[in-house]
């Protein structure tokens, strides 16, 4: 594709549920960031992945969050049993192995209430 | 651990004229990148210029260009000829690679006004 797509743009749910945020990368990107940006944290980084090799979970701020990549592409973000501190937006990033930009998805806003 | 510091919370500016954000990091390695992000309205991070440490010339991409000063790990953007659709939030990230892994550190940001 053009660039990183991210789905839903918007999405409000009530506190204590789960919800998945997709993330698709541009093609032949193996790398895959998420961030998250709030008002009292700024933008912060949450998970990268690179390929098929383990990835780094160390920005994830509770076993709350969790991340999966299948087949290299496609990444989905779920946030389980949500807190309305969990409301920001969330940030797809990728990049091309070897390259050091990261290019942006428009984000998905999530509203806790 | 890396840290990015941008003082300037909002900043305005003519159109027209020119105006310098500032950014300040902090970090022990040696080899590294640094970028400008720029995120309108729409919430769209967009890469603005890139700058590699190793590099000791200052990147330029038409009207934006950066003055680094890796001695004193600052990092400002300048924008010349500002036109309206410069308004916006602007991020100065650092890209770390260390424990193996990569990630960009951001400062808080600054919200740029462009006054006609």
């Known amino acids: 594709g053009a660039g990183v797509s991210q789905s839903p743009s918007n999405k409000v749910t009530e506190k204590g549920k789960d919800v998945e945020l997709r993330c698709d990368p541009i093609?032949?990107?193996?790398?895959l960031y998420w961030y998250r940006q709030s008002l009292g944290q700024g933008l912060e980084f949450l998970i990268y992945f690179q390929g098929n090799s383990a990835p780094d979970k160390s920005g994830l701020p509770s076993d709350r969050f969790s991340a999966e990549r299948t087949g290299g592409s496609v990444s989905t973000l779920t946030i389980q049993r949500t807190q309305q501190e969990d409301s920001a937006v969330y940030l797809c990033?990728?990049?091309?192995?070897?390259?050091?930009?990261?290019?942006f998805g428009p984000g998905t806003r999530l509203l806790v209430l | 651990a890396q840290t990015v510091t941008q003082s300037q919370p909002e900043m305005s500016v003519q159109e027209a004229e020119t105006v310098t954000l500032s950014c300040t990091y902090d970090t022990s390695e040696s080899d590294y990148y640094l970028f400008w992000y720029k995120q309108p309205p729409s919430r769209q991070m967009i890469l603005v210029i890139r700058?590699?440490?190793?590099?000791?010339q200052n990147a330029t991409e038409n009207r934006f260009s950066v003055n680094f000063q890796k001695a004193a790990k600052s990092f400002s953007l300048k924008i010349s000829d500002s036109q309206l659709g410069d308004a916006a939030m602007y991020f100065c990230?650092?890209?770390?690679?260390?424990?193996?892994?990569?990630?960009?550190?951001f400062g808080k940001g600054t919200k740029l006004t462009v006054n006609p």
């Open positions: 093609s032949g990107h193996t790398a």
């Open positions: 990230a650092y890209r770390t690679t260390q424990g193996g892994s990569e990630k960009l550190v």
């Open positions: 990033a990728s990049s091309v192995t070897g390259l050091e930009t990261q290019y």
């Open positions: 700058q590699e440490a190793y590099k000791q």
